[in-house]
């Protein structure tokens, strides 16, 4: 995510879709690389297709996810709202629905990512810490 967080909210909406495209691309690349050795396909093609279905998904998701949080963003004049997050999250469930022909999916893909995306913003924001020595 190099700079993605240095951009401000709102602006260089294509940008930020092509920094969590490429992102959401190795995320995909990753995860059917472990899907590829853990269910073992029956043939190289089966493989090649495995791993090229689940990167341009998940590149399109994150695709997705940043330029609809850069456009909330610009339309609804509030920038620094969580909402905004929420409403790309959201999106991105949606696509995911769509992508596995299923209602569940898609909402509660929208309600689960729009609630990751919006907690990241308000984290990021308020500066909150997963990892590092404990304060007391």
Same mark, same amino acid.
């Given at each position: +995510?190099?700079? /993605?967080?240095?951009?401000?909210? $709102?602006?260089?909406?294509?940008?930020?879709?092509?920094? @969590?495209?490429?992102?959401?691309?190795?995320?995909?690349? =990753?995860? #059917?690389? /472990? !899907? =590829?050795?853990?269910?073992?396909?029956?043939? %190289?093609?089966?493989?090649?297709? @495995? %791993?090229?279905?689940?990167?341009? *998904? +998940? %590149? @399109?998701?994150?695709?997705?996810?940043?330029? *609809? *949080?850069?456009? #909330? &963003?610009?339309?609804?004049?509030?920038?620094?709202?969580?909402?905004? /997050?929420? =409403?790309?999250?959201?999106?991105?469930?949606?696509?995911?629905? &769509?992508? @596995? !022909? #299923?209602?569940?999916? $898609?909402?509660?893909?929208?309600?689960?990512? $729009?609630?990751?995306?919006?907690?990241?913003?308000?984290?990021?924001?308020?500066?909150?810490? =997963? *990892?590092?020595?404990?304060?007391?």
């Amino acid at each position: +995510m190099s700079g /993605y967080w240095e951009i401000p909210e $709102g602006t260089d909406c294509a940008r930020k879709a092509w920094i @969590t495209g490429r992102l959401g691309a190795a995320l995909g690349l =990753i995860g #059917s690389a /472990y !899907h =590829i050795v853990l269910f073992q396909p029956e043939s %190289a093609f089966k493989a090649v297709q @495995t %791993a090229a279905t689940s990167t341009v *998904t +998940m %590149a @399109t998701l994150g695709a997705v996810f940043g330029l *609809t *949080t850069c456009l #909330s &963003a610009h339309i609804r004049e509030d920038p620094e709202d969580a909402l905004n /997050y929420f =409403i790309g999250g959201c999106a991105s469930g949606i696509v995911l629905g &769509a992508r @596995t !022909h #299923s209602h569940a999916t $898609g909402s509660s893909a929208c309600v689960a990512l $729009g609630l990751l995306a919006a907690f990241t913003k308000i984290g990021k924001r308020e500066g909150w810490k =997963i *990892t590092g020595p404990p304060r007391l």
